[in-house]
């Protein structure tokens, strides 16, 4: 699309709740200072957004407020002083902007949770005027749509796997589940020769195979550790992706190698966990917690992506109007990411 139009589409909340949402005709913004202006071709939505629309996760919303975080799109007017990007440049956003690399920002009392669609208004629209080192260059290889899912879940499978578990070929990956973040674990894994088990609902797990897993076991029907374990010939899991929280922890304890590495990743059964000490200890397992990642993170992961021909699983695009319909997918479940499209 070109930037001709004086208007645009965005979509708007007064309000917490998705009754609050409206599709509105505003201004096209202008890029201030440092600032470039991004015509938007998609937007991947993460669980993480449909629970800021429909609870405000606690996050000091100013409304009017726009969701959404992951976009991708191509620069097409320049701030004064802009110096990274030139008119017509594929950028993707970065979910946690102002974390450019080294130590995440924060401390101790106030850990730092300033994102995109939360602490910062959101990208669910056509055009968005933003400091341009909020951006990365897009990978050459992938589509708009395939490009918006790597900001956070492909962000922060790498994350963990290769930013901070030096992750290399011939070890053993424990995936539990098949969402995003789940999904790029599994492809990172075989991008690096490691041996991959998912951990699944049954209906999935043929998929999962299909994308490079090596190993899949029905959480439903057996004991996933013990299977963990005996697939492993009780050497266990060098790296495990851990999506679940609460007690959950303490089988991922169970599960790691010597010396193994869990990725503190999810809570979806709880907010607070709980693990035996002795494996933990006896076991000299790490247990390292994971929000996202930095902007440099994110440009090696659009270097390895260019390089190894990685394809983000999409499970289905929807038009920007059909943002509630796509809210809906996303609590039925997906395998794959649900992308907006500005069409």
């Not at 505003?26 to 600032?35: D, F, H, L, S, T």
């Not at 629970?51 to 407020?65: A, Q, S």
Request: aromatic share 6%.
């Amino acid at each position: 699309m070109k930037y001709m139009a004086e208007t645009m589409r965005r979509w708007q909340m007064d309000g917490i709740g998705r009754d609050w949402l409206t599709l509105r005709e505003v201004p096209i913004p202008k890029p201030r200072q440092g600032e470039v202006l991004v015509n938007v071709a998609a937007v991947a939505l993460n669980y993480r957004d449909k629970m800021v629309i429909e609870n405000g996760r606690g996050l000091p919303l100013v409304f009017p407020f726009t969701p959404g975080s992951d976009l991708a799109g191509s620069v097409v007017a320049l701030g004064e002083g802009v110096t990274r990007f030139n008119i017509g440049d594929k950028v993707i956003s970065t979910f946690t902007p102002d974390w450019i690399d080294g130590t995440r920002p924060g401390n101790a009392r106030t850990p730092h949770y300033r994102t995109l669609g939360g602490y910062y208004p959101g990208v669910l629209a056509e055009y968005v005027a933003l400091p341009e080192d909020w951006f990365v260059r897009a990978p050459a290889t992938l589509s708009y749509a395939e490009a918006s899912t790597l900001p956070c879940a492909g962000l922060t499978a790498w994350f963990a796997l290769v930013e901070r578990g030096r992750l290399h070929a011939g070890e053993t990956v424990l995936v539990e589940g098949t969402g995003g973040v789940a999904l790029f674990g599994i492809q990172i894994a075989k991008m690096h020769d490691a041996e991959v088990i998912v951990s699944g609902s049954a209906n999935k797990l043929a998929r999962a195979k299909a994308l490079g897993a090596d190993h899949v076991i029905d959480r439903r029907e057996e004991n996933w550790v013990e299977a963990v374990l005996r697939i492993t010939e009780d050497h266990g899991a060098d790296h495990i992706l851990e999506m679940v929280g609460g007690p959950h922890l303490g089988k991922a304890v169970q599960t790691a190698a010597i010396g193994g590495h869990i990725y503190q990743i999810g809570a979806l059964e709880s907010f607070e966990m709980s693990a035996p000490v002795m494996p933990l200890m006896l076991k000299d397992v790490n247990i390292q917690g994971i929000a996202t990642g930095h902007r440099r993170a994110l440009e090696n992961l659009v270097r390895a992506v260019d390089q190894t021909g990685l394809k983000p699983v999409i499970d289905t695009c929807y038009p920007l109007a059909n943002l509630p319909v796509a809210l809906d997918h996303l609590d039925r479940g997906a395998f794959g990411k649900i992308v907006i499209e500005m069409v």
